[in-house]
């Protein structure tokens, strides 16, 4: 991908978390059952 000109950049997890966290607030609260359980599918902890 550097090849073709694309520049990645390394990203602040913490900062970006909490950033975004009143989004997925929101969300969840509208979320049904089977998108909140994807979601903590999808987030977990391994």
């Known amino acids: 991908m ?3 000109g694309v520049e990645i950049l390394e990203v602040d ?3 970006f978390s909490t950033k ?3 989004i997925i607030d929101d969300f ?3 979320a ?3 998108q909140k359980a ?3 599918a999808l987030t977990a902890e391994k």
């Open 28 to 30: 969840l609260k509208k």
């Open 2 to 4: 550097k090849d073709n």
């Open 20 to 22: 975004t966290q009143s």
């Open 13 to 15: 997890k913490t900062l």
């Open 38 to 40: 994807l979601y903590e």
């Open 32 to 34: 049904s059952k089977g």
